[in-house]
């Protein structure tokens, strides 16, 4: 199995209700090591930038500025097939359709809510990682 880094994304609704050791203890729980966060701010250039693969989406204003409601926690995870696993722990996008255990289903408040963000490829993994974090900034 190979190595991997993702990039999760510890959502506003969630560092609001200090969800943040609750959430990361189930990506430890799973063998996923944070090897790089940070609690930021995003402003609304930021957002339109991560984002900006859905620009022309429907969901995309609403998305942008809900990502800018308050602060977010930034961290690249590190483990073996870490894109996947952290998918399946996080559940589907929607927190009423999300697995029983998942982080969505037991913490997520609505679609947009939903608790985390994670890449759903290596490719965007890649990209993601690399709009946070300098390799100088990442320590496995």
Do not use: W
Request: proline share 2%; with cysteine.
């Amino acid at each position: 199995m190979a190595i991997e880094r993702t990039l999760s994304i510890i959502k506003p609704d969630a560092t609001r209700r200090n969800l943040t050791g609750q959430i990361n203890a189930r990506f430890e729980g799973i063998d996923l090591r944070v090897v790089a966060q940070k609690r930021i701010q995003l402003t609304a250039e930021m957002a339109g930038q991560f984002y900006a693969e859905h620009a022309e989406r429907a969901f995309y204003l609403d998305l942008c500025e809900f990502m800018t409601s308050g602060p977010v926690v930034v961290q690249v995870l590190e483990g073996e097939n870490a894109i996947l696993r952290n998918r399946e722990i996080m559940g589907a996008t929607n927190p009423t359709n999300a697995e029983d255990g998942t982080i969505r289903k037991d913490f997520g408040e609505s679609v947009e809510a939903n608790s985390v963000h994670g890449s759903d490829s290596s490719e965007s993994a890649a990209r993601e990682i690399s709009f946070y974090f300098s390799e100088l900034e990442i320590v496995g």
